[in-house]
């Protein structure tokens, strides 16, 4: 009789589940379709399954004893942002990796994952291989985010997925009150957080109202009868000036045919636009637009955080006014993970939320997302809010 078997730590379990989602994910794409790069800040799908392998081969196997590399070449392919790990091949090229073919990369991620069984038992490696996890779900869901992207730009407009995504409800906007006074910012307390969410700190609030909901398409469609493209005084220079260089006229994905009829873009293929669903892909620019013709303004971070148990959030980032700086007393994490956040704290923007692309438990109160302020192709809108 076989002795049963024990049952494998939870980690090993976590890491099953994550790496199980991202093969889920490119399972109904062809190989073709994971190869394409539609532009510099996308990159293609199998970039990304291989990636995610690169990273748990690299910071964690590797410096394991008998541990053997699949590829050496492949930390020159697939390595992204991280100077103390070498050279790697340019972002905006990362389509012309033709070669390893994507049964390669899936069997590299074979040959990980059955390495990296034995490495989640291991107490020492857990925070790094935790990091990994939450590593990968980013790049879920930018494989999600690129790949839509890709497909727009395909004559035939095809869809990621079969089935039609339901209507949603009309809900009346309400504006929740905050009373202001003093709150406490950040991650602080059991699981996991990355660094940019630390450390917890207090900030004034002054007393504000928020709304209760994102705003929607059809709210975002006045502001375009309204002339909102055409009229400079709604914008910010730069915003402005990326409007007349690119020729907005509307979010990203929006189509409009002859008769004037609106649908748009989605990963179920083309759709009836929506009145009543949040819009999205708006840039912070369109964002900070629509909020000052409404009359509104776009809330701080930290009001964000302070009254998000006051709201439902999850469906779109939501831009805020913040720019993406460090946290009083911020430290990055320790040895390689160092570049992970603190080095992109410039230039950039601060959202908050989760949207129907983060995957199911990634995502967190504290949890600070950020982007250029220009950019579209993330599931990115709007949730106002105003002064008491």
């Keep these: 009789m076989k002795p049963a078997l024990l049952p494998s730590h939870p980690l090993a379990q976590a890491y099953r589940a994550v790496r199980a989602h991202s093969e889920a994910l490119a399972a109904p794409l062809s190989a073709e379709d994971c190869a394409i790069q539609s ?29 053997k590399v699949f590829d050496p070449s492949f930390a020159y392919l697939f390595n992204s942002y ?24 899936h069997a590299w991620r074979a040959h990980v ?21 939450h590593h990968e779900q980013q790049h879920q869901e930018l494989i999600l985010t690129d790949i839509k992207h890709g497909f727009f730009c395909n004559p035939l407009l095809p869809a990621y997925r079969g089935d039609a995504p339901g ?18 910012i950040g991650h602080d307390g059991p ?3 990355f660094d940019n969410e630390t450390p917890r700190h207090q900030v ?39 409007v007349q260089d690119e020729q907005w006229q509307a979010p990203l994905y929006w189509l409009k045919d002859d008769d004037g009829t609106e649908s748009v873009f989605t990963l179920h293929g083309v759709q009836p636009l929506d009145p009543h669903a949040p819009v999205e892909h708006v840039s912070f620019y369109e964002a900070a637009a629509y909020a000052a013709w409404a009359g509104k303004r776009l809330p701080t971070e930290f009001e964000w955080e302070a009254s998000a148990a006051m709201f ?49 438990g990634h995502g967190r109160d504290s949890y600070r997302n950020f982007f250029p302020p ?15």
């Design 113 to 133: 994952d059955a390495a990296m069984t034995a490495a989640c038992e291991d107490p020492a490696l857990h925070d790094a291989i935790t990091l990994g996890l």
């Design 39 to 67: 532009m510099p800040d996308a990159s293609p799908v199998k970039w990304h399954l291989a990636h995610t392998s690169w990273f748990f081969e690299t910071v964690i196997l590797s410096r394991r004893p008998g541990y």
């Design 204 to 242: 004034l609030l002054y007393p504000f109202r928020i709304a209760s909901r994102p705003v929607s398409n059809g709210e975002y469609q006045a502001f375009i009868a309204d002339g909102g493209y055409r009229r400079a005084e709604f914008w910010l220079s730069d915003g402005w000036a990326r």
């Design 312 to 360: 439902d959030h999850g469906a779109v980032w939501e831009w805020t006014r913040s720019s993406y700086d460090p946290y009083p007393r911020f430290k990055p994490f320790e040895g390689i993970a160092a570049e992970y956040n603190g080095k992109f704290m410039v230039g950039q923007m601060v959202l908050r939320g989760g949207s129907t692309a983060t995957p199911p």
């Design 167 to 184: 209507l949603h409800p009309c809900a009346a906007l309400e504006w929740r009150e905050h009373p202001g006074g003093i709150a406490g």
């Design 191 to 193: 699981g996991f957080a």
């Design 374 to 388: 220009s950019a579209r192709w993330q599931f990115s809108g709007i949730r106002l809010a105003e002064d008491i």
């Design 82 to 105: 991280y100077e103390a790990l070498g050279p790697r091949h340019p972002r905006p090229r990362r389509g012309l990796i033709t070669r390893p073919t994507l049964d390669e990369v």
